[in-house]
């Protein structure tokens, strides 16, 4: 597990990511009723933007360093994200810090509304302690994040999202992700589940979405963004959702959301694309 997210936070693939997590979140509380968060791949929660990894490659700088400076003008999804990172981020003139997946989800949990956040790497999840220390109704796992698709669904509230958003590091995780994910979607059929992907090498992935595709599933969204529409092999150019069960409403607002993303994030060359993989 040589894997560290310190490397990428605030990177575009985050923003892209987190942007999705929060209108997905937002549409659970349109409901009075609760909702359970269930973060598979949690991370570390919060990073420091200065620090030597963030600083050795960059990254955020062309993800929320430059999203940050966009202040008017933007789709209600985006200026939504922002007002939720925002607070998380500090308030200085330049983000300096930035908040992973358990800390933006914690900041639109209402009081009656449930997150488990599981983290593997002993390192990261000792920060994830640290981070989310004292943070009302947010159990924190140190264990598999597929095993937690188990043990925690269906979720008691019978409704929630569900993140997986694996590192692909391990050889064998991406022909395993399909059978996790339509396992979990059996014990959980009316959640919403949003998987990240990384598009590198589009071949495994396009793999990856048949096998899903030959599921007997209905409504599978697809949410990309791409900083050049130029394949570029074993290089992160762009990255995508897939989101089954998508809320009302969620699709037209990424429709709108990714392009205008895109447009900031990689002026000329970005595409931001919504898409149904399987329809209603
Ligand atoms: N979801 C986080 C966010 O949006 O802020 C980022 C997560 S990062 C991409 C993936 C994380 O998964 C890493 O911290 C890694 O240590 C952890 N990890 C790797 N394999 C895991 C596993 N089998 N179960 C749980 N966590 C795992």
Known sequence: M???HAFHAGNFADVMKHVCLVALLRSLSRKEAAWCFLDTHAGAGDYDLSAP???KTGEYRHGIGRLWQTTTGLPPALADYLSVVRPLIGNDGAP???PGSPL???ALARPQDRLIACELNPLEFASLGETCHGQRGLILQQ???????KAYLPPRERRGLVLIDPPYEQPGELPRLPRELLAAHRRFATGVFALWYPLKDEGPIAGLKRQIKAADLRRILQ???RLTPLVQGGILHGCGVLVINPPWGFAEQMATAMPALAAILAPGSGRGQVDWLVPE
Request: hydrophobic content about 35%.
């Open 2 to 4: 040589n894997y560290r």
């Open 53 to 55: 990894p963030s600083q």
């Open 96 to 98: 300096r810090r930035y």
């Open 104 to 106: 933006i989800a914690a």
């Open 143 to 149: 264990m598999d994040g597929y095993q937690a698709l």
């Open 223 to 225: 949410v990309e963004l």
